[in-house]
């Protein structure tokens, strides 16, 4: 008898519930499980088990359900948690809250971890109250258990919100039961209904998949081709083998023309994002075309090739002559530091057009504008205060101390004239800016600012990939060289460098952003390449480096 045709009242039901890091798509990675067997109504046996990552979790993840890098880093790997998750899930019935996110994680997990998932059928207990007790307005786990009278212990890991959905899926059970006689029956009633019109998805038999099993579980990049070797797709990894598997999940255009995948290693995932964006744009594959970018990552910047520059907030650094501030976090918070720059020093508040007026605008008027809209302003005394201002982010540090040490000077100064008022303003601003400084994320200086020998390590093995980084671009890299040919390969590199922040090209703006966004994301060992390091400072570099985690240079 199919699980379809068995008596609902006698079924056996295994509620379950997992946590993520977060991240959307392909990035989507288990970090919790939890499960509990239901039958004839009633909770039987638990199931919980933390899941490790590839991709280190983000501070918002882990304040959002309490699961820590260090938990995870101690946790089972994937494969081992999903076998036992997949034979407790055989020949029963899957219920969860919001059903289609779970088994979309979970076949996914499943995918990348090579395990064969059973594909059980899911109830869900959103659909679930919405066809059975339409007078439960909120939809969400704890709202819709407390409308039911269950007590809610806790939220947002594994093994407790599947409790709490297995309790409210046993106070619905018996009016399920009045309207659906076999599993089958309550499947159609409170299934999910696919979109009219939208096919559903086509997997691809294993045995009609590329040869996945010789890619390595190591940084690199992989590579789908077609039969006839054309690339149809480039992807990167901390772990090219389980990145490669999870494209299978929910297939895309290209994936049915896949015939065969090779990959190029690297020794961290720096290396991997520099090679994968340089492959991309060189071979431009078709799979490839709908990227999105996801990380959250803004740039501060001005560009000169307008008589009047403004500053301006983008997710890219802008090419050509320009000035970019960043990698920053927070978008309202960016937002009120340009503002901030602006009134402080007089600078335009509009866009990029400038429209000529007969009278000053209303900052121009609260003398918070130097108005070149009048058409009076010699550009050069625009571009000197402009200058003024980009120039507290032309140094190696933070400009943090810097802004606030230029307000405080100003804010002495008006003191020193009996200009008390204009003082005081100034200090409600010192206040104000050390606030907003304080919430806003990331790296508050130009990415030209600073010159710098990177080493960033493998995840997992004694590794090190080096990259000269001279003015925010990436001069050389590759795997970390013995110490002699590390001395030569920096000292070629400062040869070959330009004085000056130079312009970045179109074509580098990509790496630009990829290089300066991963460095404030993670944590590597850096080296300042002005002035030109001696010998005895790179042995230095490298010692501390191996010593973190006890990584061997390459012979």
Wanted: hydrophobic share 40%.
């Amino acid at each position: 008898m199919s699980i379809r045709e068995q008596p609902l009242a006698s079924a056996e039901f295994l509620a379950v519930d997992v946590e993520t890091n977060g991240r959307a798509g392909e990035l989507c990675e288990l970090t919790e499980v939890g499960a509990v067997l239901v039958g004839g109504g009633e909770l039987h046996d638990r199931f919980e088990s933390l899941v490790r990552v590839q991709q280190p979790l983000s501070r918002g993840i882990e304040r959002f359900t309490g699961i820590t890098q260090a938990m995870v880093d101690a946790a089972p790997e994937p494969a081992g948690v999903l076998e036992e998750l997949a034979e407790l899930a055989r020949d029963r019935v899957l219920i969860a809250h919001n059903a289609s996110f779970d088994r979309r994680a979970l076949a996914q997990a499943c995918e990348r971890a090579g395990v064969e998932w059973p594909r059980p059928p899911f109830l869900c207990t959103v659909n679930l109250a919405r066809k059975l007790a339409p007078l439960s307005r909120q939809r969400k786990l704890g709202a819709l258990a407390e409308s039911l009278g269950i007590e809610v212990e806790g939220a947002h890991r594994a093994l407790i919100d599947a409790e709490t959905c297995a309790r409210v899926f046993c106070a619905l059970f018996p009016r399920l039961c009045t309207h659906a006689a076999t599993v089958g029956d309550a499947l159609e009633l409170v299934g999910t209904r696919r979109r009219a019109g939208k096919p559903p998805p086509v997997r691809i038999p294993r045995e009609e998949r590329p040869d996945l099993s010789k890619l390595p579980d190591d940084p690199g990049v992989y590579v789908f081709r077609d039969e006839r070797g054309r690339p149809l797709y480039v992807g990167k990894s901390v772990s090219v083998r389980s990145r490669a598997r999870s494209h299978f999940c929910a297939p895309s255009g290209w994936t049915e023309k896949a015939a065969v995948v090779d990959y190029k290693p690297t020794n961290s995932e720096l290396g991997a994002l520099v090679l994968e964006n340089r492959l991309i744009k060189a071979w431009q594959p078709p799979g490839n075309k709908a990227l999105k970018r996801t990380d959250g990552w803004l740039y501060l910047r001005c560009r000169f090739d307008i008589e009047y520059p403004v500053l301006e907030l983008a997710e890219e650094p802008a090419p050509g002559r320009a000035v970019n501030i960043g990698p920053l976090r927070g978008k309202g918070a960016a937002e009120e530091l340009i503002a901030q720059l602006e009134s402080l020093f007089l600078l335009r508040h509009c866009g990029r057009r400038l429209r000529r007026r007969e009278h000053a605008s209303i900052y121009g008027q609260m003398g918070r504008c130097s108005s070149p809209c009048l058409g009076d302003l010699d550009p050069n005394a625009y571009r000197r205060k402009l200058d003024e201002a980009l120039a507290l982010f032309d140094a190696a540090d933070d400009a943090s101390t810097l802004l606030l040490g230029h307000i405080e000077e100003r804010m002495r100064e008006a003191a020193a004239e009996r200009r008390y008022e204009r003082a005081e303003v100034l200090r409600r601003r010192l206040e104000r800016l050390a606030d907003l400084l304080g919430r806003l994320g990331g790296v508050l200086r130009a990415t030209h600012a600073t010159s710098r020998l990177v080493l960033a390590r493998h995840p997992v093995k004694p590794r090190l990939d080096a990259f000269w980084v001279v003015r925010g671009r990436v001069r050389d890299w590759g795997p970390l060289p013995p110490l002699p040919e590390l001395e030569e390969r920096t000292a070629a590199v400062l040869d070959a460098a330009q004085p000056g922040a130079g312009a970045v090209p179109v074509e580098e703006v990509d790496e630009v952003r990829i290089v300066s966004s991963w460095l404030a994301s993670n944590e590597a060992h850096e080296l300042p390449l002005d002035p030109a390091p001696r010998g005895a400072a790179l042995s230095e570099l490298v010692a501390a480096a191996t010593a973190a985690r006890r990584v061997s240079v390459a012979a």
